[in-house]
């Protein structure tokens, strides 16, 4: 179907526009969805760009119908009534879901196949609707994610009694020690400050841009990075922001499984120095970190710590910018950032005068037990000594 109208007034112009005229009125009604959905989801619906928006797409209706009808304006105000009848049924068949996210997302989608019967006040409602569900479902995502950070900290306490419980089942509570108590309770004051930060609104709105960013090709992201390299320089707040990033780029696939190792791990007796022992048994090299090192340097995350590695230029400070847990769980045992980062934490252990001092207990001649130094130390150990199944598995289920 052409329409004759169009081909009517396409005749006067120009051989390039006239080829418009040979457009089906579906190829038509298709093409003007996507500029109001365009333009529905890309602009902030202020209340001055939603009156244009629909005043625009009504004239557009009216002008479709013929004007020699002076019965146009009720036979339009008819049809759509008539469209929204669906819309106003689901709306009435259960009031206290009037706004929830599934009812909104039935109703968007409710005349999918028919959109080339409607008119585009219709299609402009549907994608109105269509942006509500998404606003919809982001509120109710970070009311969700504020309860469990909350759920999470207020939390602490009983993980830690029922640690204790476990690990001596036989004795009572008068008998625990008070040195044990204090380990317990500063290890899961370690978990809960890692878990929260997985969790917090901010990361998870870091991590999706993550995601959308990195999965762009390098060529593409590493202009991006450059960009920004050039506005922003060597401040040391934006280069913290995008080493962040960078991790999170890391972590992406793997974010539901970092999330639930965490939170399935307890309580051990180990000391820091034990810890430490472990983690730097990782890099002798062995015969699964080979493997795992020849079919990851190659892919998203082995070029996005090279990018990172170049972005340090060799600056420690820099690392202890970033939260412990992320830096633990997003650079690999065969990464050369890793053995960097390693190497700085065991210079903080022994010498006397690095550049950047986590913190006083070499000093004052202290074990590691609740300093920076010892969360750092903890963070590599959960994820990389109790964790291999992180690095194995790639990708969330």
């Known amino acids: 179907m052409i329409f004759p109208e169009a081909s009517f007034k396409f005749s006067a112009f120009s051989p390039n526009v006239q080829g418009l005229a040979k457009l089906s009125s579906a190829t038509l009604s298709r093409a003007r969805d996507l500029v109001l959905e365009q333009l529905v989801h890309s602009l902030p619906l202020r209340d001055s760009n939603l009156r244009s928006l629909l005043c625009s797409t009504i004239r557009m209706d009216l002008n479709v119908l013929s004007r020699e009808d002076p019965d146009r304006l009720s036979r339009y105000l008819d049809k759509l009534s008539l469209q929204n009848t669906s819309h106003d049924l689901l709306h009435d068949s259960n009031s206290s879901e009037k706004f929830s996210p599934i009812n909104h997302t039935d109703i968007a989608s409710n005349a999918t196949e028919k959109r080339t019967k409607q ?188 990018y990172l590695m170049k972005l340090l230029d060799g600056q420690v400070h820099l690392l202890w910018m970033v939260p412990p847990a992320l830096l633990a769980v997003a650079v690999p045992s065969w990464s050369p950032l890793f053995r960097f980062y390693v190497s700085q934490i065991e210079i903080q252990l022994k010498e006397d005068s690095p550049i950047v001092r986590c913190c006083s207990c070499f000093q004052e001649s202290k074990e590691h037990k609740d300093c920076e130094l010892a969360e750092r130390i903890w963070c590599l150990h959960i994820f990389h000594i109790h964790g291999p199944q992180l690095w194995l598995s790639g990708n969330d289920e």
């Open 119 to 306: 008119n585009g006040t219709s299609s402009c409602i549907q994608e109105l609707l269509k942006r509500q569900s998404a606003i919809s479902c982001v509120l109710s995502a970070e009311k969700s994610l504020a309860v469990i950070s909350k759920a999470v900290g207020s939390s602490q306490l009983t993980w830690c009694d029922q640690s204790i419980d476990m690990e001596h089942p036989m004795h009572d509570t008068a008998s625990r020690n008070k040195d044990q108590l204090d380990e317990v309770t500063i290890w899961y004051h370690w978990k809960t400050r890692s878990l929260t930060y997985f969790i917090d609104k901010r990361t998870i709105r870091l991590v999706s841009g993550a995601s959308m960013m990195f999965a762009a090709s390098p060529i593409q992201w590493l202009q991006v990075f450059e960009r920004m390299n050039m506005s922003e320089g060597r401040n040391l707040g934006s280069l913290s922001d995008k080493i962040e990033l960078l991790l999170l780029g890391c972590v992406t696939r793997r974010w539901s499984l970092v999330i639930k190792h965490l939170q399935s791990v307890n309580w051990d007796s180990s000391t820091s120095s034990q810890r430490f022992s472990e983690v730097c048994n990782l890099l002798s090299g062995r015969p699964q970190n080979l493997i795992l090192k020849e079919s990851m340097e190659h892919s998203k995350e082995g070029s996005i710590l090279d």
